[in-house]
């Protein structure tokens, strides 16, 4: 009886397929954020904490910063590159970022930010 309970298990396994994957360290989560006057889209990105991310940032109409005061560094956007930024932060919390170019009249209220939640199951 508890072979026939292991077997049942087993078969469940192979169906979802997943542990291969999970072991394999997967490819980073691709995220797409545009700059324009006086925003980016999105504002707010969700994160996991442990997770590993590339942010792929446009700017669609000026030279844009992106000043990431927490982590100590800042970007220039170009329109016509795509400005890449590697994160993985390891702990939960509110990672800010402003432009730092003065871009126009509403400069000021050009701001976002990553919300880094915890990883599911990270306190069993
Ligand atoms: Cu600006």
Redesign the pocket.
């Known amino acids: 009886m508890k072979r026939r309970g292991w077997l049942v298990w087993a078969g469940s396994l192979g169906c979802g397929a997943g542990l291969g994957a999970a072991v394999a360290q997967p490819a980073p989560r691709e995220i797409e954020l545009t700059a324009r006057r006086?925003q980016y889209e999105p504002s707010e990105i969700a994160l996991v904490a442990g997770e590993k991310v590339v942010v792929r940032i446009h700017s669609i109409d000026f030279v844009?910063?992106m000043n990431l005061p927490d982590l100590g560094r800042r970007l220039d956007l170009i329109p016509g590159r795509v400005t890449t930024l590697e994160l993985q932060p390891m702990t939960p919390g509110v990672i800010d970022f402003v432009?730092d170019?003065?871009?126009g009249e509403g400069?000021e209220r050009?701001h976002g930010r990553f919300v880094v939640t915890e990883r599911a199951g990270a306190h069993p």
């Open positions: 006086f844009h910063g432009c170019n003065f871009c400069h050009m």
